[in-house]
C-alpha cells in the first residue's frame, strides 16, 4: 500500500543521494547486499539479547539502505536483472532474520508463547506473500497489491519492539497479532487477484 502512495515522494528525496553515491563508485547491488548484512547482523545479535530498542533502530536504519538501491538504478540509468533478483532475495533474507530474531526473544527472554507464535505466522505468511506475487508473475499473471507489503510489515513489527523498548507492556504482542491478521488478509487479496488474472488470461 505504501508503494503506491509513498513511492513518487520517496523517489524525488533519495534521488539526489542516489546520483552521490553512484558518483562515489558504489554500485547499487553492493548497496542491496551491505544493508542486507546490517539489518541480518543488527536483528540477530539485538533482538534475542532483549535489546529491542537498539535492534528496532539499526534495523530500520539498514533496511532503509533498501530504497537506496532503486534509487542509484536510476540514477545510473539502467537495472539489472541480477539486480532484481538479488534484491528480492536479500528482502526475503532480512525479512526472516527479523521475524525470527524477534520470536527468539519471545521463546527465550520474554517467555510470551503467543507472541512468538504470532511473530512465526507473521514470518511465513510474509514469506508466501512475496512467493505469490514471484510465482503469479512469472506465470504470467498479476498478483499486485493487497492490504500490507513488506514495508508496512517492517514498520509494524519494529513498531512493535520499539514500543516495548520504551517501556509500553504487551506491544510486541500486539504487534504481531495484528500483522500476522493483516497479513492473512493480504494473502488472501492476492490470490483473489491471481485467481481474477487467470481468468483473464483464459
Not at 2 to 15: G, K, M, P, W, Y
Not at 76 to 98: E, H, K, N, P
Not at 119 to 129: F, N
Not at 142 to 160: N, S
Request: proline share 2%.
Amino acid at each position: 500500500m505504501l508503494n503506491i502512495f509513498a513511492r513518487e515522494s520517496v523517489s524525488r528525496l533519495l534521488d539526489p543521494l542516489g546520483h552521490a553515491l553512484v558518483r562515489a563508485g558504489l554500485t547499487p547491488n553492493a548497496m542491496t547486499v551491505i544493508g542486507t548484512a546490517g539489518a541480518i547482523v543488527c536483528a540477530v545479535v539485538f533482538f534475542p539479547a532483549g535489546m529491542l530498542l537498539a535492534g528496532t533502530f539499526t534495523v530500520w536504519g539498514f533496511a532503509m539502505l533498501d530504497l537506496l538501491d532503486g534509487a542509484m538504478a536510476r540514477a545510473r540509468g539502467y537495472g539489472t536483472a541480477f539486480g532484481a533478483v538479488l534484491d528480492a532475495s536479500c528482502d526475503r533474507l532480512v525479512d526472516g532474520a527479523v521475524f525470527a530474531a524477534i520470536a527468539w526473544w519471545c521463546f527465550v527472554s520474554a517467555g510470551d508463547l503467543r507472541a512468538a507464535a504470532a511473530a512465526l505466522i507473521s514470518l511465513v505468511l510474509g514469506q508466501v506473500i512475496s512467493y505469490v506475487k514471484a510465482r503469479a508473475e512469472a506465470s504470467g499473471l498479476q498478483a499486485d497489491g493487497g492490504l500490507i507489503e513488506r514495508a508496512e510489515r517492517l514498520i509494524i513489527g519494529l513498531t512493535g519492539t520499539g514500543l516495548q523498548g520504551f517501556g509500553v507492556p504487551y506491544a510486541v504482542e500486539a504487534s504481531l497479532w495484528l500483522l500476522a491478521v493483516l497479513s492473512a488478509i493480504t494473502l488472501a487479496q492476492r490470490m483473489i487477484a491471481v485467481a481474477a488474472s487467470a481468468r483473464e488470461a483464459a
